[in-house]
């Protein structure tokens, strides 16, 4: 499958057949997308690797063993490179070289996983079948990438709660897949928002409905709201699509300012 394809109606960044990185808006955010095949593909002959990762990002790349994490890692780390780069010249109207731009991950404590930058902007990372995507943002942002499957039983037990099992089986059977992923990727664009994994939260969040526009309702439980606004505040909004194959969900925090 193409990765035109796959990844719908994203623009691509390169002209030619050369699509291996995308990008689009999505409510405020600009989501950008790198095929996990395709940048490596693109980049891995002459100096063009040079022009995405330093020599440190390329002495870590080459110390993770599995191919495949290898490829992910660098889809991802490049989608956050763009989207960094992106933000700052929106922003500030500046422009950073992409190798300049450090992506680490933190190594302890309830965050840890959760992507950090030099830039000192807020970044959500996500891969899933032959993506990565990354959103950056002066707020706390999650982004989350899900091919549409189906779920089994048990996932659904751990995942939904009574009401979104409603809003899916009110659906046409062949959107059934596309609702219960939607709920899952919101899930986790929302706790990655705050620095958290998804589970043992599943359902203490709750979608609560998603109008045409994609803009998706929730409630917490009173335990995890506590939790979470001790970890960010001002007004959160989630968008939700699906896009191709995926479904794709934005969550962050109205803009503090830079
Ligand atoms: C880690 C987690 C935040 C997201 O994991 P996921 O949905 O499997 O994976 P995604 O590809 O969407 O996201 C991975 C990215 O999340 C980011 N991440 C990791 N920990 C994070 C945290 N505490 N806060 C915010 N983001 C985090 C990282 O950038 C990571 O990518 P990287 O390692 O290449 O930098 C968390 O929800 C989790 O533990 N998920 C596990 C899912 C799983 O095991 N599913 C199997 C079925 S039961």
């Not at 009401?163 to 990727?185: C, K």
């Not at 998804?198 to 969040?205: A, E």
């Not at 917490?220 to 505040?233: D, F, H, K, P, Q």
């Amino acid at each position: 499958m193409s990765v035109r394809t796959a990844m719908g109606r994203m623009v691509s960044l390169q002209p030619g057949d050369a699509e291996w990185a995308m990008s689009k808006v999505i409510g405020r955010w600009r989501v950008f997308a790198v095929s996990i095949a395709g940048w490596w593909e693109a980049l891995r002959d002459g100096q063009m690797l040079g022009c995405y990762f330093g020599a440190d990002d390329i002495a870590e790349m080459q110390r993770i063993p599995r191919e495949k994490r290898r490829l992910e890692w660098g889809a991802g780390r490049i989608a956050a490179k763009l989207a960094l780069r992106q933000l700052h010249r929106d922003q500030d109207g500046g422009v950073a070289a992409l190798n300049t731009i450090e992506i680490g991950n933190r190594k302890a404590g309830p965050h840890r996983g959760q992507p950090q930058s030099n830039c000192a902007r807020h970044l959500s990372i996500s891969h899933a079948g032959e993506w990565a995507v990354a959103v950056a943002g002066r707020s706390h942002v999650g982004v989350d990438v899900e091919r549409i499957r189906s779920f089994g039983s048990a996932m659904r037990d751990m995942v939904l709660t009574a009401r979104e099992r409603e809003w899916i089986d009110a659906a046409e059977a062949r959107e059934t897949d596309l609702r219960t992923t939607l709920v899952w990727s919101f899930k986790e664009s929302f706790m990655k928002a705050h620095g958290l994994g998804v589970f043992g939260h599943f359902r203490d969040i709750e979608l609560t409905g998603m109008a045409a526009n994609g803009r998706l309702a929730w409630s917490l439980s009173g335990s995890l709201e506590s939790t979470l606004r001790r970890l960010a505040t001002g007004t959160f909004e989630a968008i939700g699509e699906r896009i191709g194959d995926y479904t794709l969900v934005v969550s962050g925090a109205s803009d503090r300012g830079p």
